[in-house]
């Protein structure tokens, strides 16, 4: 199961079909490096001289590890990490580091998620949560599409009683430019199931995301 990939066109959501190499990339590494060579020359600077002269493939490469998250598929990033457990209690994964990139400016979403799910028989490797949300995290997205897909990969994953993710994020583009709201962050939440039926559930979540572990 593809769920990362599902999307044959690719774009609209957010999907790309899982392009592996660049030569199935529809523009070439050197004409990307040309790309950034133009917005410096549009910028007024001297993309020759001798502190910018690596900094088209600097960006190239830079964008492509922030982005690489178009590259990969939860099957390769599962690596079997399933695992039949029975067990019904709720399992949470918080603080999970999210780097990501606001699709309108290309700057940086950083912030945390918290991932709970209740199991039904399925558990998941703890490390392949966090790993479900840099994936998703390393592709130009709104926070929203964000936390919806670390809840339905999730929910696809494991068909778990429910899914529940909350996307803490301060967006760049608010922050260093634009409105320039520098304490702004935004809060982003999905449920699934039980958490989208059950307010008392839903409750439980929160109420342990705001909890101080007593060795912190
Ligand atoms: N809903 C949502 N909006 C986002 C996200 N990241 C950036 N945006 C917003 O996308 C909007 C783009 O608005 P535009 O008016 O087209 O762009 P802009 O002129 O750069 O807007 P300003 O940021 O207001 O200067 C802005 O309001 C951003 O704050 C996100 O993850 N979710
Ligand atoms: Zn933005």
């Known amino acids: 199961m593809t769920l990362a990939n599902s999307s044959p066109k690719g774009n609209q959501n ?15 590494e050197e004409e990307m490096r040309q790309a ?3 917005l410096l020359l549009g910028l007024g600077e001297n993309p020759d001289r001798e502190g910018l002269k690596d900094t088209p493939k600097r960006v190239v490469k830079a964008l492509k590890f922030l982005t690489s998250g178009y590259h990969q598929s939860l099957d390769e990033l599962l690596n079997g990490a399933v695992f039949h457990e029975q067990t019904d209690e709720m399992v949470l994964v918080r603080d999970i580091d999210i780097f990501s990139s ?3 400016h290309i700057l940086p979403i950083l912030g945390r998620a918290h991932v709970a ?3 039904d028989g399925k558990v998941i ?3 392949k949560v966090a790993r ?3 994936m998703y995290a390393r592709r130009l997205q709104v926070q929203e599409r964000l936390t ?3 809840a339905d990969a999730l929910q696809g994953l494991l068909n778990p009683k429910g899914v529940a993710v909350v996307v803490e994020a301060s967006h760049m583009c608010m922050v260093m430019r634009g409105v320039q709201k520098v304490g702004s962050w935004t809060s982003t939440s999905a449920v699934r199931g039980v958490f989208a039926e059950d307010a008392k559930t839903r409750q439980e979540f929160m109420s342990l995301i705001r909890h101080t572990p007593s060795w912190s």
């Open 14 to 28: 957010g999907n790309l079909p899982n392009l592996k190499t660049q030569s199935e990339l529809p523009v070439s």
């Open 36 to 38: 950034v060579r133009t």
């Open 132 to 134: 479900i949300c840099e």
């Open 148 to 150: 919806a897909q670390i």
């Open 125 to 127: 490797g703890l490390s």
């Open 102 to 104: 606001c699709e309108h």
């Open 117 to 119: 799910y209740i199991p």
